[in-house]
Antibody
Framework: QVQLQESGPGLVKPSETLSLTCTVSGGSISSYYWNWIRQPPGKGLEWIGY???????NYNPSLKSRVTISVDTSKNQFSLRLSSVTAADTAFYYC??????????????????WGKGTTVTVSS | QSVLTQPPSVSAAPGQKVTISCSGSSSNIGNIYVSWYQQLPGTAPKLLIYENNKRPSGIPDRFSGSKSGTSATLGITGLQTGDEADYYC???????????FGGGTKLTVL
């Protein structure tokens, strides 16, 4: 059974870069989309972006200028970098596996496996 | 404010049925399958419904999904106190080229 585990610093200073890694175990990183999602304290979920195992990416337009997601297939890991962070970036960060396809004229995309998440606080 | 609109909260008594709506547009729900996620307190979200109405293995048939036009609905029957959670709808938006979550609905089982 596939499991995801986020890791990285829990505290980041304002204006610096947040870096997190998600390790995929129990399955291959190939043939799936790999997502980052965050949740500020007491608020809803916000999609950050995804990377396909081949390296193609898609980011939330509201974060696009600050986000980089990369993949290392040899390590079965993918990573998030978020630059120029502020207190507004304080959140619980989750990684999740995405499944994409189509049935007839309609497309589907959903996230079927999630990591437990990791909290990141932006503070000096 | 989210592009996908959900009621902030719903409530019902144990054993009763509740529905949670998710309203969107032709660039998202109208042309893309919808999924639903359950987030129990203090835990990560979990896939509850995918492709509008399919349940992953292990999800009881008390949970159901449907879609009509640009709106989707999550139904939960035989409510249990363990169903108290936040529920999120999600889908892709072709205009924004981005994944969207609804604002979330907090279910209280009275």
């Amino acid at each position: 059974q596939v499991q995801l585990q986020e890791s990285g610093p829990g505290l980041v200073k304002p204006s610096e870069t947040l870096s997190l890694t998600c390790t995929v175990s129990g399955g291959s990183i190939s043939s799936y989309y790999w997502n980052w999602i965050r949740q500020p304290p007491g608020k809803g979920l916000e999609w950050i972006g995804y990377i396909y195992y081949s390296g193609s990416t898609n980011y939330n337009p509201s974060l696009k200028s600050r986000v980089t997601i990369s993949v290392d297939t040899s390590k079965n890991q993918f990573s998030l970098r978020l630059s120029s962070v502020t207190a507004a970036d304080t959140a619980f960060y989750y990684c999740a596996r995405g499944i994409y396809g189509n049935r007839g004229p309609y497309y589907y995309y959903y996230m079927d496996v999630w990591g437990k998440g990791t909290t990141v606080t932006v503070s000096s | 404010q989210s592009v996908l609109t959900q009621p902030p909260s719903v409530s019902a008594a144990p054993g009763q049925k509740v529905t949670i709506s998710c309203s969107g547009s032709s660039s998202n729900i109208g042309n893309i399958y919808v999924s639903w996620y359950q987030q129990l307190p203090g835990t990560a979200p979990k896939l509850l419904i995918y492709e509008n109405n399919k349940r992953p293995s292990g999800i009881p048939d008390r949970f159901s999904g449907s879609k009509s036009g640009t709106s989707a609905t999550l139904g939960i029957t035989g409510l249990q106190t363990g169903d108290e959670a936040d529920y999120y709808c999600g889908t892709w938006d072709t205009s924004l080229s981005a994944w969207l979550f609804g604002g979330g609905t907090k279910l209280t089982v009275l």
